[in-house]
């Protein structure tokens, strides 16, 4: 056996492995649930990444519904394709960003009144999922009890799946979700003075 031959043998050997095991887990990997799906850090991408799960449920003709934490209404991309979505229902908090009303107690109003939107969505047991975007901040700015959140999320129907975002994701979010991942922040285009750009930033 030449060497070449010797090399390809032994990465099909590999691959079988490899395979092996995947399909293995892919086996054992039985239960079927709602999950929670908890994207933090400090990186750009996390609302992102959440909308791209609302892409798949409507692949699926799934109900969804989007609660938009902290931002409030803006002119992006995502806001108009999703409005013209009949199976997506979405709520805004109207205040926008902290910085720009300076009012804790305008916001924390604010932030129990769209919760309690998003809390009725978390009972509808004819939504697929929900999408609780920004949700971290109202959490460590004390806008919302955290226990009621949780308390909520808890008792939510059992196959409704909820993608969380935002920053500094406390302990106990981390630990009542399924699947946490962390987006790290290595450039950004903000920092060298490039605006924020249609279709990539807005």
Not at 116 to 128: H, P
Request: aromatic share 6%.
């Amino acid at each position: 056996m030449s060497e070449d031959q010797s090399k390809d043998a032994s990465y099909k050997q590999r691959m079988q492995r490899k395979k092996a095991h995947i399909d293995s887990r892919i086996e054992e990997a039985n239960i079927d649930k709602g999950i929670i799906v908890l994207l933090t850090g400090n990186g750009k991408g996390k609302s992102s990444s959440a909308l791209g799960m609302v892409c798949r449920a409507l692949g699926y003709d799934m109900k969804v519904a989007i609660v938009k934490f902290l931002k409030g209404v803006q002119d992006t991309g995502e806001d108009a394709f999703l409005v013209k979505q009949p199976n997506v229902q979405t709520v805004f908090m109207k205040t926008g960003f902290t910085w720009d009303t300076q009012d804790k107690e305008y916001d924390t109003a604010m932030a129990v009144k769209t919760w309690s939107k998003a809390q009725a969505y978390l009972t509808d047991e004819s939504i697929d999922l929900v999408v609780l975007d920004e949700l971290t901040y109202m959490i460590s700015y004390k806008y919302l009890d955290e226990s009621m959140i949780l308390n909520t999320l808890n008792n939510r129907p059992k196959d409704q799946h909820v993608v969380i975002t935002g920053r500094a994701a406390s302990d106990t979010l981390i630990q009542i979700a399924d699947t946490v991942s962390e987006v790290k922040d290595i450039k950004h285009a903000f920092r060298e003075n490039i605006k924020a750009q249609k279709g990539i930033d807005l």
